[in-house]
């Protein structure tokens, strides 16, 4: 068990660029979270995967965001045209089946959009 | 729209003392309860839960307490160490979404 992993730990993009994160899940885990976490602020939900399919996406994850999970592992959200707002760190989550639910976060990936 | 709200931003303890953290949740709905630590440049690394039917639920020197009256949710750390030093988020679970208090940064003094 090498807990989540996310990559980059860091990106710094311009405005109006594209940028891709990945998250690798704990391997035994079928349930993956995003989340959105700012300054002073906790962890913001962003979307939420069982399996290959994404069952739930925030009111926040606005239409230049998307996310994948397409062999139901690993994950990758995108963020088109990126705007200085988008700066934050971005976590991924990762938790088994089965209530409770517990999540296991990885270390973060912080995008800095100048 | 906050729905688990953390009203102390910060709290400086001496060691071996008692810290206690405390969270409000407005949505009753919400059915199981966790909290996470977090260090700088690090994830929240998972401490201890509680299920809407217990009201108390301890592991070594962390024991969470809820008050679902009072929607009300406590950590209590004892005997509080340096190494506890970090920021401690509640966090609350309806369905498929959690939601995130905003964080208490403790500091326990040596």
């Known amino acids: 068990d090498t807990g989540v992993s996310q990559n980059p730990r860091h990106k710094i993009t311009k405005r109006g660029q594209n940028v891709t994160f990945r998250c690798d899940p704990i391997s035994e885990h079928n349930r993956l979270y995003w989340y959105r976490q700012t300054l002073g602020q906790g962890p913001e939900f962003l979307t939420y995967f069982q399996n290959e399919a994404q069952l739930e996406k925030s009111r926040l994850l606005s239409d230049r965001f998307s996310a994948e999970r397409p062999k139901g592992s690993f994950s990758t959200l995108e963020i088109q045209r990126t705007e200085q707002g988008d700066s934050a760190m971005y976590l991924c989550?990762?938790?088994?089946?089965?209530?409770?639910?517990?999540?296991?976060f990885g270390p973060g990936t912080r995008l800095t959009v100048l | 729209d906050q729905q688990v709200k953390q009203n102390s931003p910060s709290l400086s303890v001496q060691e071996g003392r008692i810290s206690i953290l405390n969270c409000d949740y407005t949505n009753s709905m919400f059915d199981y309860f966790l909290w996470y630590k977090k260090y700088p440049a690090e994830g929240p690394t998972f401490l201890i839960s509680?299920?809407?039917?217990?009201d108390k639920n301890e592991d070594g020197r962390f024991t969470v307490f809820l008050n679902k009256s009072a929607k009300h949710l406590s950590l209590h750390i004892v005997p509080s160490q340096p190494g506890d030093s970090a920021v401690y988020f509640c966090?609350?679970?309806?369905?498929?979404?959690?939601?995130f208090g905003t964080g208490t940064s403790l500091t326990v003094i040596p």
């Open positions: 989550a990762s938790s088994r089946s089965g209530a409770p639910d517990t999540q296991y």
């Open positions: 966090a609350a679970n309806t369905g498929n979404q959690f939601y």
């Open positions: 509680i299920s809407s039917i217990k």
